[in-house]
C-alpha cells in the first residue's frame, strides 16, 4: 500500500509539471471550507462497533487549474476521526490533516463538477480518550487516499463548492501486533460547503 501511496503521489507531480509548462496563466483559487464527518474503524481481527460518530472539519483550501479538465487541489484542515463500541463510547481524535489530491473537472465555466482523488497525510494533536481507552495510541502519523465528487458554483462573489469524500487510512493508530489488533485504520466520510477567490489573471476555459 506505501508503494502504491508514493507511485500516485509521484504521477501527481510529474503529470502537474509538465502540464503546467503549456499554460502561461493557470487558474488559481484559494478559500476555506468546513463540514461534517462521520467515521469509523478497520480493525483486523474484526470487532463490533457501534454508530459512526459525527465529527467536524474546516480549513483552507487552494486549488490550481492547470488544463481545462485537470488541476491540483490542496487542503490544510483540522479534522475530528474516531469510533465508537457497541454501547456507543465514543473515542475521538483530532487531527491536522493535509490532502495533496489530482482535480478533474467536468462542465461549463459557472456550474463544474468535479473529482478529486490523491494522497493525504496527517498528525493526531489530541486523543480524547474513551472507548478503547485501555489502548493508548502508538501512532499519531497517519497516511492514506482519498476521492470524492463535488460541484461548484462560478459567481462574481466567489466559487462555491460542495462536496464529499471517503478518505482510507493505511497507518495503524494502535499498536500494529496481534494484542489487541494486527490492523486499526481510520475510515473518514467528509461532506463539506467551501468558499473560494479567484487570485490574479486567469485563463478562462
Known amino acids: 500500500m506505501k508503494k502504491i501511496l508514493i507511485a500516485i ?5 510529474l503529470s502537474a509539471k509538465s502540464w503546467s509548462q503549456s499554460l502561461v496563466c493557470p487558474e488559481h483559487a484559494l478559500g476555506v471550507k468546513g463540514g461534517i464527518t462521520l467515521s469509523f474503524m478497520r ?10 460518530p459525527i465529527g467536524a472539519s474546516a480549513g483552507i483550501q487552494y486549488r490550481m487549474i492547470l488544463e481545462r479538465y485537470f488541476g491540483l487541489w490542496l487542503e490544510l484542515n483540522y479534522q475530528q476521526r474516531g469510533f465508537t463500541n457497541t454501547e456507543n463510547l465514543r473515542r475521538q481524535w483530532d487531527y ?9 473537472t467536468f462542465g461549463k465555466k459557472m456550474f463544474r463538477f468535479y473529482f478529486n482523488l490523491g494522497p493525504e497525510i ?30 461548484e458554483l462560478n459567481t462574481r462573489a466567489g466559487i462555491y463548492t460542495l462536496g464529499g469524500r471517503y478518505s482510507f487510512g493505511m497507518g495503524n493508530v494502535f499498536k500494529n501486533d496481534r494484542n489487541p489488533f494486527i490492523t486499526s485504520g481510520n475510515q473518514t466520510i467528509e461532506v463539506t460547503f467551501g468558499w473560494m477567490w479567484k487570485l490574479g489573471k486567469h485563463n478562462t476555459f
Open 122 to 151: 496527517s498528525y493526531m494533536v489530541k486523543d480524547y480518550g474513551g472507548a478503547l481507552e485501555e489502548y493508548p495510541v502508538a501512532n499519531k502519523f497517519d497516511y492514506g487516499l482519498t476521492g470524492g465528487l463535488g460541484f
Open 9 to 13: 503521489l509521484l504521477m501527481v507531480g
Open 43 to 52: 480493525f483486523n481481527p474484526t470487532i463490533q462497533t457501534g454508530t459512526m
Open 96 to 104: 491536522i490533516e493535509l490532502p495533496m489530491l489530482a482535480h478533474f
